[in-house]
């Protein structure tokens, strides 16, 4: 039972803030979430993850980071027009806008990685009813 309980409650720890972060540091996550699990199991760090990972039915923890961050963008959509996460989202959306926001290129890579291009010309277009669509079905596509 201890051991099952320090299994998931590392997870909260790592993922706090993913949806803000998330796009960046997947790959650093991963590696300390294997090497975390690798311990408390008392597996030999040369186990391949997969084995592990089935035989506890976890999800990687890019998919869940991945869904984190589409609910969150969805959650910010159907916020009041005069709150500024949305603001904000919308002025980073726009396509004239310049592209130092780190966050909103990085959202666009992964989006076409999960193989929703669409959404992100939707988003820039403002066709609200396609986008929560789109969303719907990326978050599906992870799952």
């Known amino acids: 039972m201890i051991v ?6 590392f997870s909260p720890v790592l993922m706090y803030g993913v949806e803000i972060w998330g ?3 997947r790959e650093e996550i991963e590696i300390v979430n294997e090497k975390y699990m690798k311990m ?3 597996l030999n760090f040369n186990t391949p993850d ?3 990972a089935m035989e506890l039915g976890r999800n990687d923890l ?3 980071a ?6 969150y963008v969805l959650h910010i959509l159907k916020m009041d027009e005069k709150r500024w996460p949305l603001i904000c989202l ?3 959306m726009n396509p004239n806008c310049n592209s130092k926001f780190i966050w909103w290129v990085d959202f666009e890579k992964m989006v076409n990685s999960v193989g929703s291009c669409e959404l992100v010309a939707a988003m820039r277009q403002n066709q609200d009813e396609n ?3 789109w969303i719907e079905d990326a978050l599906s596509t992870l799952i």
């Open 4 to 9: 099952y309980g320090l299994l998931w409650s």
């Open 23 to 25: 796009n960046r540091r």
């Open 40 to 42: 408390i199991l008392g």
């Open 50 to 52: 997969y084995l592990w």
């Open 62 to 64: 890019e998919c869940v």
């Open 66 to 71: 991945m869904k984190r961050v589409f609910k």
């Open 90 to 92: 919308k002025e980073m």
């Open 131 to 133: 986008i929560v669509f």
